[in-house]
T-cell receptor
Framework: GQQVMQIPQYQHVQEGEDFTTYCNSS?????IQWYKQRPGGHPVFLIQ?????EVKKQKRLTFQFGEAKKNSSLHITATQTTDVGTYFC????????FGAGTRLTVKP | DAEITQSPRHKITETGRQVTLACHQT?????MFWYRQDLGHGLRLIHY???????NKGEVSDGYSVSRSNTEDLPLTLESAASSQTSVYFC?????????????FGPGTRLTVL
């Protein structure tokens, strides 16, 4: 079925280390969105990628969309304690399907 | 300011009871969605609506129903609550679907079915 697989499920890093989460789909996506959910909060939109091979940056965050539009990644450079939370990708098929999320914890 | 609200924020109910969770948005968005969030499963789509009188089943729709009588509201009803429906429920809305249409999420409702 239409499903977005996201790995890893958990990631614990030391402050200042880099972090990457990956999403993969078995079928081509129309677009992919990324959301962040702080502990106890609700998902908040970060960015949308639409074009094959697209790369977008937001300060220390870099988002990539694969050439085949089947995979995407979010990379955070030099993590900070404010980056703590769960990061979700969401792929557009006939409807939006979310990955299971990657929970990031950062040790100061 | 435009917003999306959910009520109640917390609910405890018993198995077999009918429960309705409210979602109200003032963005004037066409699209509204209901998700449930469980550990290890991320956000799973229950039902969604692209406009008044339109409703569609999502990935995990069994045991749930919705109705859309106006633009602002999409209530979610659990016809006969089951313990497997204990979860955190999020409502979301978006202006459209596709390019550039982010979803705005409500604060969530934590439902416990005993």
């Amino acid at each position: 079925g239409q499903q977005v697989m996201q790995i890893p499920q958990y990631q614990h890093v030391q402050e200042g280390e880099d972090f990457t989460t990956y999403c993969n789909s078995s079928t081509t996506l129309s677009n992919i969105q990324w959301y962040k959910q702080r502990p106890g909060g609700h998902p908040v939109f970060l960015i949308q990628l639409v074009k094959s091979g697209e790369v977008k940056k937001q300060k220390r965050l870099t988002f990539q969309f694969g050439e085949a539009k089947k995979n995407s990644s979010l990379h955070i450079t030099a993590t900070q304690t404010t980056d703590v939370g769960t990061y979700f990708c969401a792929g557009l098929y006939n409807d939006m399907r979310f990955g299971a999320g990657t929970r990031l914890t950062v040790k100061p | 300011d435009a917003e999306i609200t959910q009520s109640p924020r917390h609910k405890i109910t018993e198995t077999g009871r009918q429960v309705t969770l409210a979602c109200h948005q003032t963005w004037n968005h066409n699209n509204m969605f209901w998700y449930r969030q469980d550990l290890g499963h991320g956000l799973r789509l229950i039902h969604y609506s692209y406009g008044v009188q339109d409703t569609n089943k999502g990935e995990v729709s069994d045991g749930y129903s919705v109705s859309r009588s106006n633009t602002e509201d999409l209530p979610l009803t659990l016809e006969s609550a089951a313990s497997s429906q204990t979860s955190v429920y999020f409502c979301a809305s978006s202006l459209g679907l596709g390019d550039g249409y982010e979803q705005f999420f409500g604060p969530g409702t934590r439902l416990t079915v005993l």
